[in-house]
């Protein structure tokens, strides 16, 4: 029942949002409403400038690590711990307190990748810089990296299969809530950094 329990707060933990939170409380209005809409930090950083956008970034990132960690003092059980981190990822694009419209899961998936496997993340951070830097398109890189974990992670962590599935259920979440991301790049119209949304 503990584990079962862990995982409600793991999606409560990932659903906060802060993006929302901290841009409201900085005079800029509905993150919703602004920008591309998206409640994240690079969407925050557009509209509020990085000192707003910093912090959400990391408190992102943190609550990926604390679902993981929370989960970890209830139970050792791999399955379990890498069902909570894709509870976090989950709340976080679909939080309850927005009608379920939250961001796109990078920042959370990441506290939650290197919390659960840490080598593995490290390739995929490389991939996603690798990205970054070749094709200036962040969204680019960020869905090509959430592609990678699951496949980094079963070659250099051979974990339990449900861990695996976990692994691809995340990378699948994260992605699909690029979809409008991914039908710019199809029409070529996906800004690059540097460049203003088109």
């Known amino acids: ?9 793991a999606y409560f933990l990932g659903s906060i949002p802060f993006a929302f939170l901290f841009v409201k409380a900085a005079g800029r209005g509905d993150v919703r409403q602004v920008g591309s809409g998206n409640v994240g930090a690079t969407n925050a950083m557009r509209v509020a ?36 981190g894709l509870a976090a990822i989950v709340g976080h694009c679909f939080p309850v307190w927005l009608r379920f419209k939250g961001g796109k899961g990078v920042a959370t998936g990441a506290g939650v990748f290197f919390t ?14 690798v990205m970054l830097l070749a094709f200036r398109i962040v969204s680019l890189a960020s869905v090509t990296a959430a592609a990678a974990f699951p496949v980094v992670l079963f070659f250099v962590a051979h974990p339990p299969g449900p861990v ?17 991301n991914l039908a710019r790049l199809v029409r070529g119209e996906e800004p690059r950094l540097g460049e203003k949304k088109r």
Do not use: F, S
Request: net charge positive; glycine share 2%; with cysteine.
């Open 49 to 84: 400038g990085w000192k707003v956008a910093l912090p959400i970034a990391i408190l992102d990132i943190a609550k990926g690590v604390a679902a993981v960690m929370l989960m970890r003092q209830v139970t050792v059980n791999p399955d379990w711990v890498a069902a909570a």
């Open 1 to 9: 029942m503990a584990r079962e329990l862990m995982l409600v707060v």
């Open 164 to 180: 695996v599935l976990c692994a691809v259920l995340a990378a699948l979440v994260i992605i699909w809530r690029h979809k409008t």
């Open 116 to 129: 659960l496997a840490w080598p593995a993340m490290l390739v995929v951070a490389a991939v996603w810089i």
